[in-house]
C-alpha cells in the first residue's frame, strides 16, 4: 500500500511537471494574447514561437511607431565557481542594451537581453539554448566559456542562428560559418604573449604555471610553448595544475626557482594567479609575472594585498583605467549600477551587443526576418565592418569568425593598471 | 489464461510506464506541443535513467554504496567518442554507433572490473570511499590524456599535444582537457528509450535470475550466503561489473549527444556520483521503477525552475530535502500512510453508502 501511494505521488508529481515543461509554451502563448492589447512594450516579450514574437512586434511598432523588438539570448555560467565570467558578461551586455534603447535601439528595433545559466557544463549550455529558443531569441550572445561554446554552435549552426561569442576563446568555437568571437583565440595569446616577451627581450629563461585541466590555460601553453622555439628565450619549468588542486603552488613555484628562471608565464584566471604571487613573495621568489587577459581582475580579489601584484604584467585587450571617452564612461556606469570595476569579459559582453548592432544595421535586419535571415544577413555583413569597442579600435572580421585587433600590453603600477 | 506472477506482472507495468512515456511524448512531439527545452532534455533523461537503474543495481540489490559511477560513465563516454570520431567517415551513422555502444559498454566493464576487484573486498562506508577515489582517479588520467592517430598508427602521451610528435595528416583524438571535440551526435530519443528498455530487461532479469539471488542473499547475510557455498566475490564482481557497463552504455548516449565531451568535475566528477545516487535513493533503493521517476524528475526540475533566475538552484535544493523529508523521515511515512488510510477510508465509507 504505501509504496503504491508512493509511486501513485511521484508519477502525479512527474505528470505535473512534464505539464508545466510542455505546457510552457502554450500558457505563454495565451497570457500573451491577452497582454497584446494591454501593454504591447516589454511584456509582450515573453512570446514564445515565431509566429507570435511577429505578431507581439507588429503591436510593438504599433505602440512606440519603432521597428518592433530585437531578441538577444545570452548564455553563461551564473552560478558555480566561473560566476564571475558569466556575471561579467551578462552584466556589460545588459549595459550596452540599455544605452542602445534609450539611444532608440537597433534600426529601430528595441533590444531585449535574456541572459541563461549554464553552470559552466556543457550539456546544461544546450538547455539553456533551447529555453532561449523557446523565449524566441534570433540572435545568441555567448558561450562565455569555450566548451560551452563549442557544444551550442553545434545547435546553432543546426538551426541557422548567428552566433557571437564573447570570451570563447578555444580554436573550434568559431568553427561553423554562423560563429564570430570577440576575443582573442587561445593559439593568438599564446603566440602573442611569447613574440612579446622574445621581442622586448624581457627574459632569456621562463617559467610557466598552467591550469592543465583548463581549456583556455593549456591551450595558450601549447602555442606559447611552440612560439617559444622560434623566440630568443627558453622555457626552463612547465609546472601544471588541475582545477582539484589550486590552491598549494609551492612545488611549481620551487620548481620554477630551481631552474632560475627570470620570468614566469601565468597563462590562468587571476584567483590562482593572485595565491601564486602571494606564495612567490613568502618564499622570497622574486620575479616577473606575465600574463594574459585571464590575470585582468588581479587587483579586486578580496584580501589580496595588491602591492604584490606590481610590476605584474599582462597582456589584454581591455584596461579598466584606460583613459578613452568610451572605457571611462563604461566603467562609470558598471560601477553605479553594480557597485565593482568591470573585468575583461565585462567589456566584451559590451562590445558584443554593440558589433551585433553594428552588422544588423549593416545589413538592414528588421524584426520580422526569420533567424535563418538574421543569420545569413549577419554572417554576411560581419566581415564588412569595422567596430571601435572597449577591447580594440578598428576591430574586423574575416569568413572564419577571427576578430583582428592588436593587442594591448599593460604593467600594474602603484596599483594601477597601465599602459607599456 | 496462466496466472501472471506478482514480479513479472510488476515488471510489466515498469516496461509499460517506459513505452506509455515514449508514446505520450512522441506524440505531444510531433503535434507541437513541446518546447525545445523539453525535446533537448529528452535525450539526457535516457542517460540519467540508465545511470540511475545502474547504480540501483549496486547499491539496491548488492547493497554497497558505490560513488564511482561517473567515472564509469567517463570511461564509456570517452572511449566510444574516441571510436566515433576515428570512424566518422569510415562508417554509416547506425553501424557506428552499434558499435561505440558495445565499445563503451565493454571498456567500462572492463574498467569496473579492474577497479572491482581491490573494491569489493572493503564494506560500507570504505567502499563508497574507495569508489570516490577510483571515479576521481579515472576523470583525471582522461584530462591528462592526449591521444593521436596518424599513418603510423596511433600516439599517446600524457604530456602535452606537442609530445605526440604526429604527422602532418594526424589527427588529435583525446586534447588532454580539452576533451573530445566533433563526436558526431548520433543519439537521439527513440535509441536512448529502447536502451532503456534493454538496459530494465537485464537488470530486471539479473535481479530474478539464480544469480540475482544469490547475490541478494549477499546483500542479506554474508556469513549465510559464504555457509552455503556461495562465492562471495565473483557473485559481487559479476553485479558491480554490470552496473559499471551499464553506466558505460550511459556514457556513451551522453556523448552522442553532445559535439564536445570534457571530463570537467560538473559531468563526471563526484558531484555528478552524488547526483545518480540521490536519483536511486529518492527513488527508492532497490526499488528501479522509483529509480526511473526520479531521475527524469530531477533532471527536469532545474529546467522547468529557469523562470526564477537567481534563485533556480536554491529552490531545487529546497525541493530536493523536501522530497527527501517526505520519502524518508519516520514521521512523514506515518503521516501518509494516515492520509492514505482516510483517503481509503472515506472511498470505502461512500462505497459502503
Redesign the interface.
Given at each position: 500500500m504505501k509504496k503504491k501511494m508512493l509511486s501513485l505521488v511521484l508519477a502525479g508529481a512527474m505528470t505535473a511537471a512534464m505539464l508545466t515543461g510542455c505546457g510552457s509554451d502554450a500558457g505563454t502563448e495565451t497570457s500573451d494574447a491577452g497582454t497584446e492589447t494591454s501593454d504591447a512594450g516589454a511584456e509582450t516579450s515573453e512570446a514564445a514561437t515565431e509566429d507570435t514574437t511577429e505578431e507581439s512586434a507588429d503591436t510593438a511598432e504599433a505602440a512606440q511607431s519603432s521597428g518592433g523588438t530585437f531578441k538577444i539570448g545570452g548564455i553563461g555560467p551564473l552560478t558555480g565557481g566561473a560566476a564571475v565570467y558569466g556575471i561579467a558578461a551578462m552584466n556589460g551586455s545588459q549595459i550596452a542594451v540599455d544605452e542602445i534603447n534609450a539611444a532608440g535601439g537597433i534600426n529601430g528595433m528595441t533590444v531585449e537581453l535574456n541572459f541563461q545559466d549554464d553552470e559552466l557544463d556543457a550539456e546544461k549550455s544546450i538547455n539553456a539554448y533551447n529555453a532561449l529558443k523557446d523565449w524566441g531569441a534570433q540572435v545568441l550572445d555567448g558561450c562565455v566559456t569555450s566548451a560551452c561554446s563549442i557544444a551550442v554552435s553545434a545547435k546553432t549552426a543546426e538551426d541557422q542562428m548567428f552566433q557571437l561569442t564573447p570570451s570563447g576563446s578555444a580554436v573550434e568555437c568559431v568553427a561553423n560559418d554562423n560563429a564570430f568571437r570577440i576575443c582573442f583565440s587561445d593559439p593568438n595569446q599564446g603566440a602573442a604573449s611569447a613574440q612579446y616577451i622574445g621581442e622586448n627581450g624581457l627574459a632569456s629563461k621562463v617559467a610557466v604555471i598552467y591550469d592543465s585541466s583548463d581549456v583556455y590555460s593549456s591551450g595558450i601553453y601549447e602555442k606559447f610553448a611552440a612560439e617559444a622555439a622560434n623566440q630568443s628565450f627558453e622555457i626552463v619549468s612547465a609546472g601544471a595544475f588541475t582545477a582539484d588542486n589550486k590552491t598549494d603552488f609551492s612545488v611549481q613555484l620551487q620548481q620554477a626557482k630551481d631552474a632560475g628562471a627570470e620570468l614566469v608565464f601565468l597563462p590562468i584566471y587571476y584567483t590562482e594567479a593572485s595565491l601564486i604571487l602571494t606564495q612567490a613573495a613568502d618564499m622570497g621568489f622574486d620575479v616577473t609575472f606575465f600574463g594574459c587577459d585571464g590575470l585582468d581582475g588581479i587587483l579586486n580579489v578580496e584580501n589580496f594585498d595588491t602591492s604584490l601584484a606590481e610590476g605584474v604584467m599582462l597582456l589584454t585587450p581591455f584596461a579598466a583605467d584606460a583613459t578613452d571617452d568610451l572605457t571611462v564612461k563604461f566603467v562609470t556606469t558598471y560601477n553605479e549600477k553594480y557597485g565593482e570595476t568591470p573585468n575583461q569579459f565585462a567589456a566584451d559582453g559590451y562590445d558584443v551587443i554593440y558589433t551585433i548592432k553594428a552588422a544588423a544595421e549593416k545589413a538592414g535586419i528588421t524584426a520580422d526576418m526569420s533567424t535563418e535571415e538574421i543569420c545569413a544577413a549577419l554572417s554576411q555583413a560581419m566581415t564588412e565592418i569595422s567596430v571601435d569597442g572597449l577591447t580594440g579600435e578598428g576591430i574586423t572580421w574575416d569568413a572564419s569568425g577571427e576578430p583582428t585587433k592588436a593587442p594591448k600590453a599593460v604593467v600594474i603600477k602603484d596599483g594601477v593598471y597601465t599602459a607599456m | 489464461m496462466k496466472k501472471l506472477s506478482k514480479t513479472t506482472k510488476n515488471n510489466l507495468i515498469t516496461y509499460g510506464m517506459v513505452i506509455l512515456a515514449y508514446i505520450i511524448v512522441q506524440l505531444?512531439v510531433s503535434t507541437g506541443?513541446?518546447?525545445?527545452?523539453?525535446?533537448?532534455?529528452l535525450v539526457?533523461f535516457c542517460t540519467y535513467v540508465i545511470v540511475a537503474v545502474a547504480l540501483n543495481l549496486t547499491v539496491g540489490i548488492l547493497g554497497e554504496l558505490s560513488l564511482g559511477h561517473a567515472g564509469f560513465m567517463c570511461v564509456g563516454a570517452f572511449s566510444s567518442a574516441v571510436f566515433s570520431l576515428a570512424f566518422k567517415e569510415a562508417l554509416p551513422s547506425g553501424l557506428r554507433f552499434f558499435l561505440a555502444l558495445l565499445i563503451g559498454a565493454a571498456a567500462a566493464a572492463l574498467i569496473g572490473f579492474l577497479v572491482g576487484i581491490p573494491v569489493l573486498r572493503l564494506k560500507g562506508d570504505y567502499l563508497a570511499i574507495v569508489t570516490l577515489a577510483f571515479g576521481?582517479i579515472i576523470k583525471?588520467i582522461i584530462?591528462?590524456l592526449y591521444l593521436g592517430v596518424d599513418s603510423n598508427g596511433l600516439h599517446f602521451t600524457m604530456k602535452?599535444?606537442?609530445s605526440l610528435n604526429m604527422e602532418e595528416d594526424g589527427m588529435v583524438l583525446i586534447k588532454?582537457?580539452?576533451?573530445v571535440?566533433?563526436t558526431p551526435?548520433d543519439s537521439n530519443f527513440t535509441i536512448g528509450v529502447i536502451l532503456i528498455l534493454v538496459t530494465l530487461f537485464i537488470v530486471l532479469n539479473f535481479i530474478n535470475s539464480r544469480t540475482g539471488r544469490a547475490v541478494m542473499s549477499i546483500r542479506d547475510n554474508r556469513i549465510a550466503a559464504e555457509s552455503v557455498g556461495i562465492n562471495v566475490t565473483k557473485y559481487k564482481l559479476i553485479a558491480f561489473t554490470v552496473s559499471a557497463s551499464l553506466a558505460g552504455v550511459a556514457g556513451v548516449l551522453?556523448a552522442h549527444?553532445?559535439?564536445?565531451?570534457?571530463a570537467?568535475?560538473?559531468?563526471f566528477g563526484y558531484n555528478m556520483s552524488i547526483m545518480i545516487l540521490v536519483f536511486v535513493v529518492l527513488?527508492?533503493i532497490g526499488?528501479i521503477?522509483?529509480s526511473i521517476?526520479?531521475a527524469?524528475?530531477l533532471t527536469?526540475?532545474p529546467?522547468?525552475l529557469?523562470g526564477l533566475?537567481?534563485y533556480?538552484?536554491l529552490i531545487y535544493s529546497i525541493v530536493l530535502i523536501a522530497m527527501m523529508i517526505f520519502?524518508w523521515s519516520p514521521n512523514a511515512?506515518f503521516f501518509?500512510?494516515r492520509l492514505?488510510q482516510r483517503f481509503v477510508g472515506s472511498k470505502r465509507a461512500k462505497k459502503e453508502a
Amino acid at each position: 500500500m504505501k509504496k503504491k501511494m508512493l509511486s501513485l505521488v511521484l508519477a502525479g508529481a512527474m505528470t505535473a511537471a512534464m505539464l508545466t515543461g510542455c505546457g510552457s509554451d502554450a500558457g505563454t502563448e495565451t497570457s500573451d494574447a491577452g497582454t497584446e492589447t494591454s501593454d504591447a512594450g516589454a511584456e509582450t516579450s515573453e512570446a514564445a514561437t515565431e509566429d507570435t514574437t511577429e505578431e507581439s512586434a507588429d503591436t510593438a511598432e504599433a505602440a512606440q511607431s519603432s521597428g518592433g523588438t530585437f531578441k538577444i539570448g545570452g548564455i553563461g555560467p551564473l552560478t558555480g565557481g566561473a560566476a564571475v565570467y558569466g556575471i561579467a558578461a551578462m552584466n556589460g551586455s545588459q549595459i550596452a542594451v540599455d544605452e542602445i534603447n534609450a539611444a532608440g535601439g537597433i534600426n529601430g528595433m528595441t533590444v531585449e537581453l535574456n541572459f541563461q545559466d549554464d553552470e559552466l557544463d556543457a550539456e546544461k549550455s544546450i538547455n539553456a539554448y533551447n529555453a532561449l529558443k523557446d523565449w524566441g531569441a534570433q540572435v545568441l550572445d555567448g558561450c562565455v566559456t569555450s566548451a560551452c561554446s563549442i557544444a551550442v554552435s553545434a545547435k546553432t549552426a543546426e538551426d541557422q542562428m548567428f552566433q557571437l561569442t564573447p570570451s570563447g576563446s578555444a580554436v573550434e568555437c568559431v568553427a561553423n560559418d554562423n560563429a564570430f568571437r570577440i576575443c582573442f583565440s587561445d593559439p593568438n595569446q599564446g603566440a602573442a604573449s611569447a613574440q612579446y616577451i622574445g621581442e622586448n627581450g624581457l627574459a632569456s629563461k621562463v617559467a610557466v604555471i598552467y591550469d592543465s585541466s583548463d581549456v583556455y590555460s593549456s591551450g595558450i601553453y601549447e602555442k606559447f610553448a611552440a612560439e617559444a622555439a622560434n623566440q630568443s628565450f627558453e622555457i626552463v619549468s612547465a609546472g601544471a595544475f588541475t582545477a582539484d588542486n589550486k590552491t598549494d603552488f609551492s612545488v611549481q613555484l620551487q620548481q620554477a626557482k630551481d631552474a632560475g628562471a627570470e620570468l614566469v608565464f601565468l597563462p590562468i584566471y587571476y584567483t590562482e594567479a593572485s595565491l601564486i604571487l602571494t606564495q612567490a613573495a613568502d618564499m622570497g621568489f622574486d620575479v616577473t609575472f606575465f600574463g594574459c587577459d585571464g590575470l585582468d581582475g588581479i587587483l579586486n580579489v578580496e584580501n589580496f594585498d595588491t602591492s604584490l601584484a606590481e610590476g605584474v604584467m599582462l597582456l589584454t585587450p581591455f584596461a579598466a583605467d584606460a583613459t578613452d571617452d568610451l572605457t571611462v564612461k563604461f566603467v562609470t556606469t558598471y560601477n553605479e549600477k553594480y557597485g565593482e570595476t568591470p573585468n575583461q569579459f565585462a567589456a566584451d559582453g559590451y562590445d558584443v551587443i554593440y558589433t551585433i548592432k553594428a552588422a544588423a544595421e549593416k545589413a538592414g535586419i528588421t524584426a520580422d526576418m526569420s533567424t535563418e535571415e538574421i543569420c545569413a544577413a549577419l554572417s554576411q555583413a560581419m566581415t564588412e565592418i569595422s567596430v571601435d569597442g572597449l577591447t580594440g579600435e578598428g576591430i574586423t572580421w574575416d569568413a572564419s569568425g577571427e576578430p583582428t585587433k592588436a593587442p594591448k600590453a599593460v604593467v600594474i603600477k602603484d596599483g594601477v593598471y597601465t599602459a607599456m | 489464461m496462466k496466472k501472471l506472477s506478482k514480479t513479472t506482472k510488476n515488471n510489466l507495468i515498469t516496461y509499460g510506464m517506459v513505452i506509455l512515456a515514449y508514446i505520450i511524448v512522441q506524440l505531444l512531439v510531433s503535434t507541437g506541443h513541446v518546447s525545445s527545452l523539453v525535446q533537448g532534455l529528452l535525450v539526457p533523461f535516457c542517460t540519467y535513467v540508465i545511470v540511475a537503474v545502474a547504480l540501483n543495481l549496486t547499491v539496491g540489490i548488492l547493497g554497497e554504496l558505490s560513488l564511482g559511477h561517473a567515472g564509469f560513465m567517463c570511461v564509456g563516454a570517452f572511449s566510444s567518442a574516441v571510436f566515433s570520431l576515428a570512424f566518422k567517415e569510415a562508417l554509416p551513422s547506425g553501424l557506428r554507433f552499434f558499435l561505440a555502444l558495445l565499445i563503451g559498454a565493454a571498456a567500462a566493464a572492463l574498467i569496473g572490473f579492474l577497479v572491482g576487484i581491490p573494491v569489493l573486498r572493503l564494506k560500507g562506508d570504505y567502499l563508497a570511499i574507495v569508489t570516490l577515489a577510483f571515479g576521481e582517479i579515472i576523470k583525471n588520467i582522461i584530462n591528462a590524456l592526449y591521444l593521436g592517430v596518424d599513418s603510423n598508427g596511433l600516439h599517446f602521451t600524457m604530456k602535452d599535444a606537442l609530445s605526440l610528435n604526429m604527422e602532418e595528416d594526424g589527427m588529435v583524438l583525446i586534447k588532454g582537457a580539452q576533451g573530445v571535440t566533433g563526436t558526431p551526435n548520433d543519439s537521439n530519443f527513440t535509441i536512448g528509450v529502447i536502451l532503456i528498455l534493454v538496459t530494465l530487461f537485464i537488470v530486471l532479469n539479473f535481479i530474478n535470475s539464480r544469480t540475482g539471488r544469490a547475490v541478494m542473499s549477499i546483500r542479506d547475510n554474508r556469513i549465510a550466503a559464504e555457509s552455503v557455498g556461495i562465492n562471495v566475490t565473483k557473485y559481487k564482481l559479476i553485479a558491480f561489473t554490470v552496473s559499471a557497463s551499464l553506466a558505460g552504455v550511459a556514457g556513451v548516449l551522453y556523448a552522442h549527444n553532445l559535439s564536445t565531451l570534457n571530463a570537467l568535475p560538473k559531468n563526471f566528477g563526484y558531484n555528478m556520483s552524488i547526483m545518480i545516487l540521490v536519483f536511486v535513493v529518492l527513488g527508492g533503493i532497490g526499488n528501479i521503477r522509483g529509480s526511473i521517476i526520479a531521475a527524469v524528475l530531477l533532471t527536469l526540475l532545474p529546467e522547468v525552475l529557469r523562470g526564477l533566475s537567481d534563485y533556480r538552484m536554491l529552490i531545487y535544493s529546497i525541493v530536493l530535502i523536501a522530497m527527501m523529508i517526505f520519502n524518508w523521515s519516520p514521521n512523514a511515512i506515518f503521516f501518509r500512510k494516515r492520509l492514505g488510510q482516510r483517503f481509503v477510508g472515506s472511498k470505502r465509507a461512500k462505497k459502503e453508502a
